[in-house]
């Protein structure tokens, strides 16, 4: 890549009708030298060391092929067909640099406005078909992989993230990466050679040159707003910048002292000149490389460094070891230490670290050797645990490579990964002594891989507590009335158990389960036991959510069985169908009981506007074994004209939690945790004046209102009365408690600027014959949009502040 910079350097360098070589070969050595200046850390930031350096070399041949067929007098179309050829192998290589069609189109069409004998017909159907022929084998792999002839196959599988216009970039940059690619790029360069960059356009639009202005200088420019535009900065992206701006900067530079020879009339000494100044920059570019023992500045990546992580990890790893690592210790082993390497993430080929068949093509690719693993990640050793022994083998400081900035953390790790091997395992675990009650949560990691096992038997202070246990964490409640300060905790099975077990302690009041749909997050692999039925366990394409097609089964653990208590379930989902205005219903039931009933809509492709929080509420009665089965049934969706789409109810997450249910209860709308109780039909949070909390209904909004049997309530109800244009007459809500309409009564209240209305519901005894009531707020709603208010098309009905319940005695 430094021999292409160099050529592509000189090339630039030229001046038209000018055989100025000790000029030219000074431009490209004085390209090389900022490069060096730039930094070669630049290098580890890549997403692969050995893919990226080939594109960028691939995009710099093609633009020399380009520049010298423009330039030259006879315009050999085999150099333009050569340079469509690399420029389109770029693009297969890194599919971004598409992005340097528009440069190359522009650069083409003012070549063609300038030299009206530049054989333009001629240029496009060679370039085009060239660039088509080469292309074609890249979008076959698209179309097979995405799905899509234009995403690319590597990019299948990238977030889908809120707010944004492609997978991973925002809309609103400018408050964000904007500015922190602005200080990084500035960090990077200096005012100094920012400066040198912006002497080098102006000196080409001075003599006319389109190559800097339109190649370098626009191509910059759109990489820069590209990049600028993702979720983060990203700069192991930007040393695609770098390519295009480092040219420039050499550019002015020659330029600068081009002025000068003219001025001090040293223009009869300027090959000479150039070339002993070449040489003086080749031979300290040629020590920089060979070296590295120049004084860098602080934090300076130099090959020294490399070859000390290489020498400490070769005097450990035996020479015989499959090394894998986590990104990017994963392509620095591929590249500098010579073990048999891989990155963690492509062992399996779905790229999915949850994919259970991730340790078969981990054993298939360490042919026998012995596996060790270098981590940055805590959660990169955690894959590993589900079907291994991880044993820390050296922990590394990255401030002894150098290596902080690229790995953004402090230390990484070495472990040695091996086969289980005991049958039994044994802890001492601590108890809080100021409960009689806590929750034990064992991780068994991946116990199921072994297929032959047919017992595992935990127990807890000399009690059996569970003889099959689910994969991934399990939760035990452990009554301690005599305030023992620890239990034993046993565990034995038939076939080999791991050397230890992760544990935690969780006080009761304080336990929430969580669950996350993707396996893509390390943490929640081991949960994937809990899902049966048609729940996908590969995301959805270009998402990274988990979902059903039609039914499909989640175990939550329920570890009290009592009439005094419930349990509260809340959690995000939305629709993802390929056909447009798409809807179905999606119906949970709880041991045959059904606790939610909806209808989703969608548009094309876009499931994010059918996002909505649900929370659901169960009687700790209704637990079986300890557990709470939560069934989903999906409908299909019905296209006109076409066969029925099965489409798939996509979920982010899930928490559930036990909830004490009391004589009376209050819900501050608005505020921290009122979602337990919100089914749906709310907004997000809102406050008005900045001071009261509240949140917007839409048409049909419900509360889950947990009570005691056969006994009377008294409910409040407050709202405001604001935020609405004055041609909009007060809200008149109706309120419903199981499907029963409740009459009601209502007085207004006026506090500073603030009017609110306050309704008092008198629920007879004969209408809660459940422990978890429903109460439904049905009030006429209207757009904002619909009255100049901005874009806002909610449907808006009132601004629920709280909702009281009260026992009547």
Known sequence: MLITFYFIARKLG?????????????????????????DLKMLLYLANPYREPLAFSVMMGSMI?????????NHNIFILILSAILLAFSIAVRDTIILMAIPYSLFMLLAKLKNKDLPFKKTVIAGTLAFII???????QNRIVSG?????????EDFEEKSSVTP????????????????????????????????????????????????FAIGALIYFIFYSAYKQVMPRYLLVVDILAVPLMAYGTISIIKLITKI????????????LSSVIVFSFVSHFLASQKLPPSEGRFKMADLIKLRNDLSEIVPENAFLVGDRPLGEIARCFIPRKSAILEFIPPTRVLGDPSFFLYLEEKAEGRPIYCLCRKDSSAAVLRQQRDVILTKKFYADDYCLTDTLNRPNFYLYEIKQWTNTTFSKIIDLPTNSSEAVIAINMETLSSFPQRQVTKITLDKKIVETRPLDGWNYYLFKNPNKKKDISLEIMSDYPLP???STDIIPVDNFVFQLLFTTRTINEFGHLARFSGDFVSKPWPRSNYMGVHSNGCIIIPALHNDNNSCYAIRMTAGLYSEFPSNSCELEININHHQVYDSIFTTTPEDYSGSWRNISIMVPATIASNNQLPLTFNVSSVQVRGKVPWDSQIVLKKLESRRIIISDNLHINIGEKDDDWFLMDGFYEPEKIHNKLPFRWTGERARVNLPFQKNCSYNIIIKYFLEGRPVTLSAPTPLFYLNNTQINYDICYDTNGSIQSAKVLLKIPTNVLTNTINVLEIRSPVWIPANYGLGDDFRKLGIMLHSVTAERVR
């Not at 001046?15 to 070589?21: E, K, L, M, T, V």
């Not at 899509?148 to 299948?156: H, R, Y």
């Not at 500035?186 to 003599?207: D, E, M, N, P, R």
Request: charged share 15%; glycine share 8%; hydrophobic share 50%.
């Open 14 to 38: 030229q001046n038209d009708g000018d055989n100025a070589w000790g000029w030219n070969i000074l431009c490209g050595s004085i390209a090389l030298a900022f490069l060096i200046k730039i």
């Open 148 to 156: 899509s002839a234009i995403i690319p196959a590597q990019a299948a």
């Open 264 to 275: 001090l009339r040293f223009q009869q000494y300027g090959n000479i000149s150039a070339l």
């Open 168 to 215: 991973g970039i925002k809309k609103e940059f400018f408050s964000s990466t904007f500015v922190g690619t602005v200080y990084f790029l500035k960090k990077q360069y200096g005012t100094g050679l920012i400066l040198l960059a912006i002497v080098g356009v102006i000196a080409a639009i001075i003599k006319k040159r389109e190559a800097p202005i339109i190649l």
């Open 134 to 140: 080469t292309t074609t084998p890249q979008i076959i």
């Open 65 to 73: 092929c380009l520049m010298t067929f423009v330039e030259s007098k």
């Open 499 to 501: 050397a230890s077990f």
